[in-house]
């Protein structure tokens, strides 16, 4: 163990080693039981005599922040938990004004927000409509486990080491495989991996849009793209959207203000809507960003989860004059955890993207992506998502059936061709913001609408994640939501 | 395979879909080989009668793109690769104006041109002192297998799904134990977990300095951090160095200026100088910090790798005031692959530093820390630092050695007490630069000065990594440039 000790100091050694030792035992940095180095062996390491050493041990006993076992050592003793909201209180006047300058800035973000209703909805027997990801139990994790052991056992140093910032060539080769029997045009040379598509966003938002700039964003849009915005002080104009995704004319008229520098989209079963663009305002919207100068970022989180109806072409695979920049993630359909998603672009931004992933994190480990590689390919593809396609496309239709027999009049919802989400409309006056509490105390819970607003105003609608569980639950969860509602509604 | 076809367009859609295949079969998006979907099948999932695809493969094969075999299917021909300069050319002026934009920003990252330079010189018996970890043969590579191994065994579906943001509690605590070993007050709440260290500079800087506002660097410095300054646009003040670290007098005519929002400093063993900033100039920043109530990033990235002398206080460890912030990684001691670092901060900067995490990557790999925390404690830390300064100060020694007895007069360099980098200067007017091509011919290379400096301007200094081979090696690569050193000197 080393302690910073000030020699020139008028405080005695032996007090300055105490007051660490005391200080981390107070602040949990020494939890209980942990063992402290002999006095003779810390004397050495600090540079003072056991003496010094021994009378800190002391000093410590006395105050009862240690305890001695003869022929064992010397062990913290267990405190009773510091006071925060004092600490708290007291911390806030004393802090350096380069941090209570932070206090001022925009306060949580939409998903910290998120992240605490669900929290504090925790209960037994909730059912959760309010996550974002597809059902884990789903997940191909003993394939996935068995795809990772198989790398391991390669005996490799290069699967422990730095990889190409770009990502691993041969997963490269593969994502643009899928991508092209998809119908999108790409090779290797235009994918670039990142840790999820989450920081592929990022990366594509800084790199485009200066801060106090405009991006163009459908209202309700993914809330992940709201924080970043928010936190790179990007301005965000909005363009409502319908059952057919993103009203072209209210686009084209922020366009027609000369302020957007970038589109954001999700043109498949939209995050939160459901909402999927349709095949003309497709092509309206790929002609507008080329009438207009400005480049699209296609967004598709789940794109092949359709579950009725004939699929749509990707933005990318419409475009012919190079507007339009690709995401895509392996997160929603195979493994979280994985933390993969991709950019597919060409021309100087695929450069830029590639400095400023290298400036972000240097790469994403080489570890998971070669063990995606050994995992996926276009077959394998494939039949992961014929298996969600047929299970979520069963709890779609229970979610549907079971709203359209419990839920009271004056409640509508959307009915998604595809993905994950059902966007359910509460009667005025209710906001899904108020009932959330009365909805978590009948232990079911949703995402609130408001989340999914760059203003965060309350809003009477919300979303429900319909892939997370079988359909006896997703049936128990609306009927109890509905009775929320109903008891509001007529109390 | 799905196309994007256009049912009202005048081109028929044999032309579309022969259109398609013919673009991926020649940017290399559908290798030689790949096999084509039987007519049948394609017909099917275009929606097209099998006559169309027909027609398509057709075209296709009467151009040379594609071959049958009876019975066997189609297949893509092997194509001449295309021409990748026409093609460049072409392209820029075709270029929409929003990727024309780009290329008016500033090139190539420092960290791009070493890749590259590192790239242009490989050859077979090269002797590379120019990357910037250490050597991966020490890597504990079969016992962090195992820790993945155990960890993917657990039958524990939390493995591969989201974690918390913060990073994975346990591990937390165990850094924060690691961390209080060494004197650094810490403890769990204090600690996110990063991808890397190079991503917790990237989210400290953005958070506290604005584009356009100044970070005081050392110069030369990390060049990861130049990078970093150079995508936000943030404006570097440069202290210069010597052997006792940053010159404080020149550290605080730039604090008074009243411009500087940040410190950047690598106390222990700097990159590139491998310069330890002395006991008495630590604790003159941390008052310097406080005095003019700017916050210091403390980037300890090899901090631990001490050769010879008495191990110095971190600047963390000495802050009494809530003024250091400070960076550590795994990645250079470890494996490179972890991709882990973790950032020891409080105060509002910690919640702020949260939630930026989660919108540049929702959070870091779960997987790959519960390996960590499966396979690192104090003790086992402690016995990775005592192996790796046992050889690297080996090595230190053997490339000190070497230098003596063969560097000509007028050429010196650092003698660093610990950490990877001897820094070395070239005797006018040579540049390390120039030399650079001439070393490489001889197989050795290095990394030029130039690229951790804010201008990039050619620069007599070179930094030689002494930990990536054994002496032989290290005698023999010194060597070479001595000699390289020799004949430009006197020709």
Redesign the interface.
């Known amino acids: ?6 020699r020139d100091s008028q405080t005695p050694l032996y007090r300055q080693i105490c007051r ?1 030792l005391e ?2 035992i107070n ?5 209980a039981d ?1 063992r402290l180095p002999a006095s003779r062996d810390l004397a050495v390491s600090l ?1 003072v005599g056991r003496l010094t050493v021994n009378n800190a041990y002391a000093e410590l006993e006395s105050k009862g922040l240690i305890y001695r076992i003869p022929g064992s050592g010397t062990f913290v003793l267990q405190q009773s938990p510091a006071q925060p909201a004092e600490g708290v209180a007291a ?1 806030i006047e004393s ?6 300058a ?2 001022d ?1 925009p306060g ?2 939409a ?2 927000r998120q ?1 605490e209703l669900i929290e504090s909805a925790r209960s037994a027997g909730l059912i959760s409509f309010a996550e974002g ?1 597809g059902d ?2 789903l ?1 191909p ?1 003993d394939d ?2 068995k795809a ?2 198989t790398v ?2 390669q005996d490799d ?1 290069r ?5 190409d ?1 770009a990502g691993f060539l041969p997963l490269r ?1 593969t994502i ?2 899928i ?5 999108i ?5 235009q994918v670039l991996i ?3 598509s ?2 592929a966003l ?1 990366l594509i938002l800084k ?2 849009v ?2 106090g700039e405009c991006v163009l964003v459908e209202n309700p849009t993914h809330m ?1 793209f709201i ?2 915005c928010h ?1 790179n002080g990007v301005r965000m104009l909005e363009a409502p959207l319908d059952e057919q995704g993103m009203l072209i004319e209210a686009a084209e008229k922020h366009l027609n203000s000369g302020r957007v ?1 970038l589109i954001y989209t999700v043109p498949n079963f939209q995050n939160p809507s459901g909402a999927c663009l349709s095949s003309g305002r497709r ?1 309206q919207l790929v002609n507008l960003a ?1 009438a207009y ?3 699209i970022l296609e967004d598709d989180f789940v794109g092949d989860l359709r579950y009725k109806g ?2 749509q ?2 933005l990318k ?2 475009d012919k ?3 339009v920049i690709y995401v895509g993630t392996f997160s929603k359909m195979l ?5 993969i998603g991709y950019v597919l672009c060409e ?3 695929y450069g ?1 993207l ?3 992933k ?11 992506q070669r063990a995606l590689d050994a995992y996926i390919n276009v077959g394998r593809y494939e039949a992961c998502l014929r298996r969600a396609r047929s299970v979520y496309g069963r709890r779609r239709q229970a979610m549907l059936t079971a709203l359209a027999r419990t839920m009271p009049r004056g409640v509508t919802w959307s009915s998604p061709a595809g993905g994950l989400f059902i966007w359910l409309k509460l009667p005025e006056p209710l906001t899904a913001d108020d009932l959330f509490v009365r909805a978590s105390a009948a232990h079911v819970i949703y995402t609130p609408g408001s989340l999914f607003t760059p203003t965060g105003a309350p809003s009477p609608w919300l979303r429900l994640n319909f892939a997370l569980h079988p359909p006896p639950l997703i049936e128990s969860g609306v009927q109890r939501l509905a009775d929320v509602i109903r008891r509001v509604l007529s109390p």
């Not at 602040?27 to 939890?31: F, R, V």
């Not at 802090?95 to 209570?100: E, F, I, K």
């Not at 493994?335 to 933390?339: E, H």
């Open positions: 163990m080393r302690i910073a000790l000030d660490f200080g981390q602040n949990g940095g020494l939890a942990t540079g911390g802090l350096p004004a380069w941090q209570q932070l206090l800035q949580k973000s998903a910290q992240d990801g884990w139990h997940f994790q996935f486990r990772l052991m391991l056992k140093a699967v422990l080491s730095y990889g910032t080769q643009s495989r991508l092209v029997s998809q119908g045009p790409a090779n290797q040379e990142t840790s999820g989450q920081q990022a790199q485009l200066p801060p992940g924080d970043l936190a520098r092509r080329a100068g400005v480049p004939q699929a072409p990707a695979a419409l004059s190079g507007y493994i979280p955890a994985l933390r021309g100087p931004l830029r590639l400095a400023a290298h400036s972000a994190d240097i790469g994403t480990s080489t570890l998971m």
